[in-house]
């Protein structure tokens, strides 16, 4: 079956514009996650979606960031006014539903440059 | 909190030789759970294992073997055998049960395999 997927594959943004980033899960799977990872670093966790709901969002880094997952399967992680600093691969991912902690399933990544 | 530390950040091996890749983590919780995976130069996170707290048996997977010690608090990745294609970073990481299941990844090892 198909597996995660991600939107676009490369950005390249200036400083200060808007941008989305989309991830479609895999089918059927109701947890989602947004991870950041930057050259050389494990990634780290952003936020985390049970169905429509952001359950955990402890780990977007400040107020420009924000994630949507209206109807429970695709997501859109939003960035206002970028920053150089916000140049990193953006990595999806998708698990079974709760009830045990189930492995991640990754998507390919979004990097995305800020110049 | 959580943590996981990957101390090697970089080796190199022949062909054939065996390689064993550490993980030392740290959480408060009596139940966790410890990942793997493999990103090769592709990019994209390759899932390789999932062990619970409560289960200390080592595990073998073809050329693949894990070893979790809960008394040293870690949990060691061994390749037999190495080959080229094995040749990639390797990620240990880490989920409290009960809370997000969000993963925190070590730094990760890169492993490059010789011919």
């Known amino acids: 079956g198909a597996g995660v997927s991600q939107t676009p594959s490369n950005k390249v943004t200036e400083k200060g514009k808007y941008v989305e980033l989309r991830c479609d899960p895999i089918?059927?799977?109701?947890?989602l996650y947004w991870y950041r990872q930057s050259l050389g670093q494990g990634p780290e966790f952003l936020i985390y979606f049970q169905g429509t709901g952001a359950a955990d969002d402890s780990g977007l880094p400040n107020d420009r960031f924000f994630a949507v997952r209206p109807e429970g399967s695709v997501s859109t992680l939003k960035i206002q006014r970028t920053e150089r600093g916000d140049s990193a691969v953006y990595l999806c991912a998708s698990s079974p539903s709760r009830g045990a902690v189930h492995e991640q399933y990754f998507g390919p990544g979004t990097r995305l440059t800020v110049t | 909190a959580q943590k996981v530390t990957q101390a090697q950040t970089e080796i190199s091996v022949v062909e054939k030789e065996d390689v064993t890749l550490d993980c030392v983590y740290e959480?408060?919780?009596?139940?966790?759970?410890l990942f793997w995976y493999k990103q090769p130069p592709s990019g994209e996170l390759v899932f390789l294992i999932r062990?619970?707290?409560?289960?200390?048996q080592n595990e073998i997977s073809g050329r693949y073997s894990w070893n979790f010690q809960k008394s040293t608090s870690s949990f060691n990745f061994t390749i037999t055998a190495s080959q080229v294609v094995d040749s990639a970073v390797y990620f240990c990481a880490l989920s409290e049960a009960g809370g997000s299941e969000k993963l925190v990844f070590g730094k990760g090892t890169k492993l490059t395999v010789n011919p």
């Open positions: 062990r619970n707290s409560f289960d200390e």
């Open positions: 089918s059927g799977h109701t947890a």
């Open positions: 959480t408060r919780d009596t139940t966790y759970y």
